[in-house]
């Protein structure tokens, strides 16, 4: 099997080796996946391998669905599973190490309707208040809010950023979405209006938009903690995350008559399909603005 020249990991016996890391090469470059996605798929099948010691060649169907019998998982991380394992037996196809997916055997675990938590607008000024705007380090709390929601940004988007990609006259941000794919978001003015507040005071001359206190690109991880710490100084109880203000963004924008594909454009998904979610979270203001605009009214 090639290697073309990729660093070779040491990973289970029972694969041959570099064969996890040609395959993240694949997802990663000829895939285009994103880095989280691409150590998620890896990470599934690595333990895959690892708890049931099978030769990648030789794994079955029915090895499969023993494995996921064994295993106390939702449906929605079953599913996820599957996807791991079917794109690289797909992958081991491609470099013709087999013949057949053993997954096509496999069905797929049926998912119900995923609607994600939504804040109302009440909820998301009160966590954007509950942050007091005084020094640096809480600008940039505030500034990184105002962003997640008024942009609609992943977490990783909104750490990403750099201070070029914030075009103020113009009003709109560029992003590095999924896949390495840039889009143009525009900026409100609350969001503008922090960041600027926040790159007036911050202490560091670097290009990198959200940074730590030591000056180093802040993490996910940190601004997963600075949503749930506000979300409770606001006395808002409900499980929340980053990417909460994200839904709730679509979602407002939705019920207050954005259409769809604009949506589609703004949040970066690939599929309307992913976006029309958010019809079903306010059902009655679609009705409403269909009714209002129904030629036979």
Not at 39 to 51: E, G, I, L, S
Not at 151 to 173: I, P
Request: net charge neutral; with cysteine.
């Amino acid at each position: 099997m090639k290697t073309g020249g990729i660093c070779q990991e040491t990973g289970p016996s029972f694969l041959p080796m570099g064969f996890l890391d040609q395959y993240r090469y694949y997802l990663k470059v000829e895939r285009g996946m994103s880095p989280n996605t691409v150590a998620a798929y890896v990470r599934d099948v690595k333990d895959f391998f690892t708890v049931t010691g099978l030769d990648a060649p030789a794994v079955s169907s029915g090895d499969i669905v023993d494995y996921l019998a064994a295993r106390d998982m939702s449906k929605r991380s079953q599913a996820r599973l599957l996807s791991s394992l079917r794109s690289f037996f797909a992958w081991l196809i491609l470099e013709k190490e087999r013949d057949d997916n053993p997954c096509d055997g496999v069905d797929f675990p049926k998912l119900g309707r995923y609607l994600p938590e939504v804040l109302s607008l009440e909820e998301v000024t009160a966590i954007l208040e509950s942050v007091v705007p005084e020094g640096w380090q809480r600008c940039r709390d505030r500034a990184i809010l105002e962003v997640l929601y008024g942009c609609g940004l992943r977490v990783s988007e909104a750490v990403g950023l750099r201070v070029s990609d914030v075009f103020f006259e113009e009003g709109f941000v560029r992003v590095i979405g999924k896949g390495d794919k840039q889009r143009l978001v525009p900026l409100g003015e609350m969001a503008a209006e922090a960041v600027k507040r926040y790159l007036d005071l911050r202490p560091f001359d670097t290009d990198t938009l959200f940074v730590s206190k030591s000056g180093r690109p802040l993490s996910r991880i940190t601004v997963f903690n600075l949503v749930k710490t506000q979300a409770m100084a606001a006395g808002i109880h409900k499980e929340i995350s980053p990417h909460t203000f994200r839904h709730s963004f679509a979602t407002h924008l939705v019920e207050n008559g954005a259409d769809l594909r604009v949506v589609q454009e703004m949040l970066g998904h690939e599929s309307i399909l992913t976006t029309e979610i958010y019809t079903h979270i306010d059902s009655r203001t679609w009705q409403r603005a269909i009714l209002d605009h129904h030629p036979r009214r």
